[in-house]
Each structure stands twice: as structure tokens, then as C-alpha cells.
């Protein structure tokens, strides 16, 4: 215990000793405000950023359902789930642990998720351009919503805010340098984006596609270390793809049902081929607007658009880890007809400064440096506002739902009817999710009510301890019932009243029943 307390001061004394740190201490308690900015902009901004979308998103009342998701997943499963692969679960179960099983955590999950982001993609830029415009290519990411008034819902998208800069920046650093040591670090990096979410595989391409397709990435393939990489890659993942052997490549069907295409459906040419062209279109608008801050703030100040001149290889770098992932998107839908989510390009714009600076001629002095600062801290606190505004004037259940009190009430429910404690609940997603955290009993989530759709459930257990039972319709609760192939009682409709601060009221009925189970 004493050795581990000499630890834990040492490293203390470490970082209140480290020369910017102490820079940043002095000139604060100096109340040299302007002094901190101006001499530490990144870390500003950093911690600025933090603070805004780490703790704005605590007058929330209600949790989202994917954080929800996640927090289970890192509780249940191990190298699977039944729509990510698993890694997102691990850290958001950790922190609801670290901060007494409060799901608010999630929300500064997600702000670490972003600051590291940010440090590699400044890390990479410093490689790439001079200090001003790294230290830009950084900030103007502000400007992209996902990166602010979509962050506190933590999610797999999320999580990729900080994976897809980690793997950009070790592999560029792998193809410039060719040591053993960062082609391995490459290797790991690509292994967590993809045991994160699956759409890792565009930024994987491209990757691939650079060692093959230009002359830096064929030298390498001439020396033993990109296959000692790709060896350790394909070992880590490996356990995932078993799981998904095990169960039956479970996953899949959740992917086809959210990306259903217009195979197999009898319609005219001319609507077939509309269909192949709208999906891609309506993809592309959407980012073009997810990302309207960031190229506002870099167009407004920009005093030419002449093309910057740089070296080849780093053009074609950004080229294939930068633009060639949203071609893939684009080429996705254009081919399946598939419609494309907008979800899919929260981490594809994790390069975008960078690309900014690197392609458009931009005069950098020190006065416009410090405009486009300022132009960046304006933008931040309007959309600050902004959410804050949605926050205070939403009546949507999702954000107004006390889950701790709605959870003990039907726990008790539950205990006054079946006289046992509440081991599963089943059936409606966010429902299921949030009994599943707040409730007393800690029950196990069954989603859609079927066991075999919910890999960390025991079936014969299920059966024998039976389920609490939400849905959002007669008709829903009627499915999960006939899925869990279970006795069950007839649904009680419950009527859940909101009210915004202007009093605008709204209503939501969900209905809830009993799963009897074997032991009745």
C-alpha cells in the first residue's frame, strides 16, 4: 500500500512538473488568460472543448439508448454482440463502474474518446504542416456536429472519433519510418478500429489501397514488416470471427436489415437505377452539411483558392486514408442501392483540416491565427447554446425519462406479482436497456425477446425465471411474446406524460407484461 501511494505522488509530481503544464499553472495564477492562449492554444481549446460537451450533456434527464447499449454490452459479452463487434462496451462499462454505476458517465467517455482524437490527428498534422496550421487542423473539427452537438451520445461512431486518427497516424508514421515496432502499433491500431464497428473496413482499404497503389506503399511491401503487421492484426481479430462462427454470424442479420438493398424487388429500370443514385447523393449532402462549420470557418478566412504545393507522397497519403474512404461509401450505395447512413461518416472527417491546409494555398500570419481562434470559440459556444436550447425544450421521452425512478417502480411491480427477483427484462430496446442499468435487481436485458438474438442469455434460464416485458404497441408485445415461445400475460398500457420548460406537454404509451416463466 505504501509503495503503491510513493507511486501515485511520484507521478503527480511528474505532471504538476512537466515544463508546459507549470508554464500553464503559472501564467493562470498570474491571471494571464490571454498569455494561456495565446502560448498553449491546443490544450486550450482541448480542455475548453472537454468541459463544454463533457458536462452540458448532465442536465440530460434521460440517458441514450445507444450508450445504454454499450454499457451492457461491456458487462455481458465478451468478443461479440448482436450488431458491433465488442470493443465499445469495454470502456463504457468500465467508467458506469468508476463512477458507482451512474450511466451520466458515458458522457465524459465520450469526451476522452474525441481529446484523443484530437491528439492524433494534431500529432499527424505536425508531421504534415507547420505549427499554426496543425494546431488549426485540430480546431476547425468544431465545426463538424459530430464532433460537438452529436458527441455525448456515446456510441461505436463515437469511439471511432479516436480509433480512425490512431490508425492514420501510426500507419503514417510505419510507411515513413518502416520500423517493426510502428508497423505493429499500426497493426493494433486497425485491429481496435475494426473490433469497433465493421465500417473500419473503408479506412482498412485504404490503407491497402496505398501500399499496393503508390510507389512509397510498394517499397514497403519489400521489406518483412507490413506482413509481421498483418499477421498481428489478423491474430487479434481472430477471436471475434470465431464468436461469429459460434453464433452463427448473428450480426449479419442485423446489418441486412439496416442496410436493406432494392435487390430482389420488381420495379421499373428508370426507378431501379433512381434508387442506385439517390442513396449515395442524399449521403453526400448530409456530410456536406454535417461538416458546414468547418468548411464556413476555413473558406471565410481563406484568401485564395489556389492548390497549396506539396510533395506527392503526402498528397497521395491523404488521398487514400483522407478522400478514398468516402468514395467507397459513395461507390456502396451507388452499386447496391443500399440506403447509406448517415452514421457511417462520423470518423471520415477526422483528416478534413488537415486535407484543408494541405490542398488549398492558405497564408497563415500570426493575426489570422488568432482571428480564426476566436472564429472557432464563437462557433463552439452557438452550437453550446444550441443544444442547450434542444435540451431545455425537448419533451421526448428519450430525454426527460427519470430511468432510476421509472426502473423501481416496475421492479417493484414485478415483485409484487411474482414474489421473486427480477433476473431478465425483455422486448422494446431502450426500455429493456435502461431496467437493465437502473433497476434494483440488475437484470439481464433480453432485446426483441428472442434469446437467440441476445448472446449473453441463458435460454434454459430464461424459460425457467420468465421476464418483465415492455413495448411500444399491442402488436409489438403480441411479437415478442410468440418469440420467446412463453406463457405470458395480456399487455397493461401505461401512459408516460413530458413536459419542456414551456410547458409544452406530450404523451407516450408503452405497454408492459409478464413472462410467467417455468417456475410459477
Not at 494546431?135 to 456510441?155: D, H, I, K, R, T
Not at 493575426?367 to 472557432?376: D, P, S
Not at 436550447?389 to 416496475?410: I, M, T
Request: net charge positive; charged share 15%.
Amino acid at each position: 500500500m505504501h509503495v503503491s501511494g510513493n507511486i501515485f505522488l511520484a507521478k503527480i509530481f511528474f505532471l504538476v512538473s512537466n515544463r508546459n503544464v507549470l508554464n500553464i499553472w503559472v501564467e493562470v495564477m498570474q491571471f494571464k488568460i490571454r498569455d494561456v492562449f495565446l502560448n498553449h492554444p491546443l490544450i486550450c481549446f482541448c480542455v475548453i472543448h472537454f468541459l463544454i460537451w463533457g458536462f452540458l450533456p448532465f442536465f440530460r434527464t434521460g440517458a441514450p439508448m445507444d450508450s445504454m447499449e454499450a454499457v451492457w454490452w461491456g458487462k455481458f459479452c465478451v468478443w461479440g454482440t448482436n450488431k458491433h463487434p465488442p470493443l465499445s462496451g469495454f470502456p463504457a462499462y468500465g467508467i458506469y463502474l468508476l463512477f458507482s454505476e451512474n450511466i451520466k458517465a458515458v458522457y465524459i467517455l465520450s469526451q476522452i474518446c474525441i481529446t484523443v482524437g484530437f491528439c492524433f490527428i494534431y500529432k499527424l498534422a505536425s508531421l504534415l504542416l507547420e505549427q499554426r496550421k496543425a494546431v488549426l487542423s485540430v480546431m476547425l473539427l468544431e465545426g463538424c456536429v459530430f464532433y460537438g452537438f452529436c458527441s455525448p451520445e456515446y456510441n461505436v461512431n463515437v469511439m471511432s472519433l479516436a480509433l480512425w486518427p490512431a490508425v492514420a497516424y501510426f500507419f503514417y508514421r510505419a510507411v515513413t519510418e518502416n520500423t517493426l515496432c510502428l508497423w505493429c502499433l499500426a497493426a493494433i491500431a486497425c485491429a481496435a478500429n475494426f473490433l469497433n464497428k465493421y465500417t473500419a473496413a473503408w479506412q482498412l482499404l485504404g490503407c491497402a489501397g496505398f501500399l499496393f497503389f503508390t510507389p512509397e506503399g510498394r517499397k514497403m511491401l519489400k521489406s518483412y514488416r507490413p506482413y509481421v503487421a498483418l499477421a498481428v492484426f489478423l491474430l487479434l481479430i481472430f477471436p471475434h470471427f470465431y464468436w461469429l462462427w459460434q453464433h452463427d454470424f448473428m450480426v449479419i442479420e442485423y446489418f441486412s436489415s439496416r442496410s436493406g438493398g432494392v435487390y430482389g424487388q420488381e420495379m421499373p429500370l428508370w426507378e431501379n437505377v433512381l434508387h442506385h443514385l439517390i442513396s449515395p447523393a442524399e449521403f453526400l449532402v448530409s456530410m456536406l452539411f454535417y461538416g458546414a462549420g468547418t468548411l464556413a470557418l476555413f473558406f471565410a478566412f481563406s484568401r485564395s483558392l489556389e492548390p497549396e504545393e506539396i510533395d506527392l507522397g503526402s498528397r497521395r497519403f491523404l488521398f487514400w486514408l483522407g478522400l478514398f474512404p468516402l468514395l467507397l461509401v459513395l461507390a456502396y450505395g451507388l452499386i447496391s442501392g443500399s440506403p447509406v447512413k448517415s452514421m457511417w461518416g462520423y470518423p471520415l472527417f477526422c483528416l478534413l483540416g488537415i486535407m484543408l491546409f494541405k490542398f488549398v494555398k492558405f497564408n497563415m500570419s500570426a493575426e489570422m491565427f488568432i482571428k480564426l481562434q476566436k472564429a472557432v470559440y464563437i462557433l463552439m459556444a452557438v452550437y453550446a447554446a444550441v443544444y442547450g436550447v434542444v435540451l431545455l425544450l425537448s419533451n421526448s421521452p428519450k430525454y426527460n425519462l427519470d430511468g432510476r425512478k421509472f426502473a423501481a417502480e416496475y421492479t417493484k411491480l414485478w415483485h409484487n406479482q411474482m414474489s421473486r427477483p427480477l433476473k431478465y427484462v425483455a422486448g422494446e430496446v431502450w426500455l429493456s436497456g435502461l431496467m437493465a442499468l437502473e433497476s434494483p435487481d440488475k437484470p439481464a436485458p433480453v432485446i426483441w425477446g428472442e434469446p437467440r438474438r441476445n448472446p449473453w442469455i441463458d435460454s434454459e434460464s430464461f424459460k425457467r425465471n420468465g421476464a418483465l416485458v415492455f413495448a411500444e404497441s399491442r402488436e409489438e408485445y403480441n411479437a415478442y411474446m410468440s418469440g420467446s415461445q412463453q406463457k405470458a400475460v395480456p399487455p397493461e398500457e401505461i401512459v408516460l406524460q413530458f413536459e419542456n420548460i414551456l410547458g409544452k406537454k406530450r404523451k407516450k404509451k408503452i405497454y408492459y407484461g409478464f413472462l410467467q416463466g417455468e417456475r410459477l
